[in-house]
């Protein structure tokens, strides 16, 4: 686990090197292995933190070429916060909640009816197409507020769940196997919008974010006990495998 937070440092710190000119606009970055051994980490964090830097501009990663240093835009060289996946769970239902209560008494019939061709969208097979359906759902909920920063509070959020590797490997794990609920709770959401019932709309969101953290307790549950049984399982083998051959 503190492998995994020490990409928000390493990205911390790539980034104050590529200002100080260390690596200059338009350079190339050194290779993983090159700057693992010079941060003391593994390949794997070196690759969060690049990711990291690419959601905010300050790097390029091209396949088969490398990575590349890109001009500083401004006001975009705030790394995103290191949460975790239920931390942003919360934030996500005290924000949308509230949001979906104020957008069932502005939101409009053409709103509505993108918010039933996005719930269509998000039973789609490829996992691609239904999170940028799920995204943009919630996004629709937000300008229906019509409040401008909700909007901007709930795109930074949905930023972090797909930006932070961590978080993002969550939310997937999660989907994968619990696709079902989905189209069932976003109809929900849409029904109480359509309803313009404030109360009903604020509790279905709420609803759906309480059964998401659900979810995810569970799957980190499973993967805990998962662990657990893989070193078990490479313990048996290490010690009781030689004590059967003497």
């Known amino acids: 686990m503190v492998e995994k937070r020490l990409f928000h440092s390493v990205a911390e710190q790539i980034s104050g090197l590529i200002k100080d000119g260390v690596f200059p606009t338009g350079t190339r970055l050194p290779g993983e292995r090159e700057l693992a051994e010079r941060f003391g980490v593994s390949r794997v964090t070196i690759r969060e ?113 797909e930006e932070l590797p961590d978080v993002k490997a969550t939310y997937e794990s999660v989907c994968e196997t619990d696709a079902s609920y989905r189209a069932k709770e976003h109809q929900e959401i849409c029904d109480a919008l359509l309803a313009r019932d404030s109360d009903a709309a604020r509790n279905a969101m709420r609803e759906h974010f309480n059964r998401l953290i659900e979810a995810m307790l569970d799957a980190t549950e499973k993967q805990a006990l998962a662990e657990v049984h893989q070193r078990a399982s490479e313990s048996r083998q290490r010690f009781l495998t030689p004590a059967k051959l003497n």
């Not at 705030?78 to 239902?93: D, K, N, Y």
Request: charged share 25%; aromatic share 6%.
């Open 49 to 161: 933190a690049e990711i990291a830097l690419q959601a905010i501009g300050r790097i390029e990663i091209k396949t088969g070429s490398g990575v590349y240093v890109c001009e500083e835009q401004p006001g975009n060289d705030a790394l995103l916060p290191e949460v975790s996946a239920f931390e942003l769970t919360e934030a996500r239902s005290l924000f949308e909640s509230e949001a979906a209560a104020l957008a069932a008494r502005n939101i409009s019939d053409e709103q509505l009816l993108k918010l039933e061709e996005l719930i269509d969208q998000m039973a789609s097979p490829d996992e691609a197409i239904s999170t940028d359906a799920d995204q943009q759902f919630h996004v629709l909920i937000a300008k229906a507020s019509g409040n401008a920063a909700i909007v901007y509070t709930i795109e930074s959020l949905w930023r972090m769940r």
